[in-house]
C-alpha cells in the first residue's frame, strides 16, 4: 500500500513539471525603435503570419528609464522565452530600425522575447514594455 502512493506521488509530481514546461506558440510584431506606434505583424514571404514556439515566464523590471518613465524595480515583467534557433527566426522577422516582439492579439500589452532553457533566460532583447504591476502607466 505504501509504494502505491508513493508512486503515484512521482506521478504527479512529474505531471507537473510537465504541464510547467509546456511549449506555446506565439505571433511576432515589428515594432519600430522611434515609435511604439509604428508596428506590424511580421509575414513570411507567402504572407502568412510568423508563429515561434516557446513559453511566458516573469522576470523582475529593473530601474531603467525608458520614454522617461522610471520602471520600478519590483514590478513583474513578463518575457517569451525562444530557444536559439527562434530567436533567430524571430531576429531576422523585422528590420534593424525594429523591435521584434511577441504578441498573440492587438490587444496585448507590450512584452519582450528573451533567449533561454530548462524554464530560465539567458539573454533579453531590446523592446517597448509595460510592467504588469502597474497597467495603467504610459509607458
Not at 64 to 70: C, G, V
Not at 75 to 81: G, K, M, P, R, T
Request: proline fraction near 2%; glycine fraction near 4%.
Amino acid at each position: 500500500m505504501i509504494n502505491i502512493k508513493i508512486a503515484s506521488l512521482s506521478l504527479i509530481s512529474n505531471l507537473f513539471v510537465i504541464s510547467a514546461a509546456a511549449l506555446q506558440n506565439t505571433y511576432i510584431v515589428c515594432a519600430s525603435k522611434n515609435d511604439r506606434s509604428n508596428w506590424y505583424w511580421a509575414l513570411n514571404n507567402n504572407r502568412e503570419y510568423i508563429k515561434v514556439t516557446g513559453y511566458h515566464l516573469y522576470g523582475r523590471c529593473g530601474d531603467t528609464f525608458l520614454n522617461r518613465f522610471i520602471i520600478p524595480r519590483n514590478s513583474q515583467l513578463l518575457f517569451f522565452v525562444l530557444d536559439r534557433q527562434s530567436v533567430h527566426l524571430a531576429k531576422s522577422a523585422c528590420p534593424s530600425d525594429f523591435y521584434f516582439q511577441p504578441a498573440e492579439s492587438i490587444t496585448d500589452i507590450w512584452y519582450r522575447f528573451a533567449e533561454g532553457e530548462n524554464n530560465g533566460i539567458t539573454k533579453t532583447f531590446d523592446g517597448h514594455i509595460k510592467c504588469l504591476t502597474d497597467l495603467n502607466s504610459k509607458l
